[in-house]
């Protein structure tokens, strides 16, 4: 039996960028969030979306949950833009302008929205325990960020091992979320190391045998034989 909520939150950079609203209809509603992630060419060697896209699919999607991660720079002026254009959940870079990090998790919380923290593979855990108090979740890379279909970074689970030690210790309550390479074959081994949200793009969108929505079931099934397992 389930123990515990696994979110399922699939790329929207993984799919066709000619076909995105399809492409979100072609899921089903098999999953929990919609994650976008956002790219500035600065933060990270991409360009990907902007606020009004993001408005768009609110407007679309009146009901969905959008995660929205941001890898950008300049938070003072688009961090605003992403909270005005309907976002559930903003998480943030912890290298980017870290000395705004505490004060623009707060400014998030204080919006209404969830609040996240994200960490670069090369990035420990420790440079995050002065927010984890404000952070409603901390999103875990397990690539490089910037670029969609990399090899999964497996080291990066003992951060997800660090993350559920102190959220224990301390009593805090974020969620752990993890984005990079997460397909049907490691998405069992990312939730046993204690992941709540689950970020796969190019294995839900370009799966030549399966169509979005067969690989989110699949990618629940394996979920649930976690649990049935323990």
Known sequence: MQTRKIFLAPSILGANPLKIYDSIIAMENNFDWL???IMDG???????????FALKIREAFPDIFLDVHLMIDE???ILPQFIKAGASLVTIH????PQLLHASLNEIRKAGIKSGVAICPSTPVENIFDVL????LVLV????PGFGGQKFIERSLEKVNKLVSIRAAKKYNYLIEIDGGINLNNIALAVKSGCDAIVA???VFNNAEKTPSEVL?????NVEEVFNFD
Do not use: P, Q, Y
């Open 141 to 144: 890379m397990s690539v490089t």
């Open 217 to 221: 079931k699949s990618m629940r099934a």
């Open 42 to 52: 600065h933060f990270v060697r991409n360009l990907s979306f902007g606020a009004d």
């Open 75 to 77: 938070l003072k002026i």
């Open 94 to 97: 912890a290298e980017t302008e």
């Open 201 to 203: 793009g190019s294995a």
């Open 133 to 136: 108090e404000v952070a409603d």
């Open 35 to 37: 994650h976008l992630d």
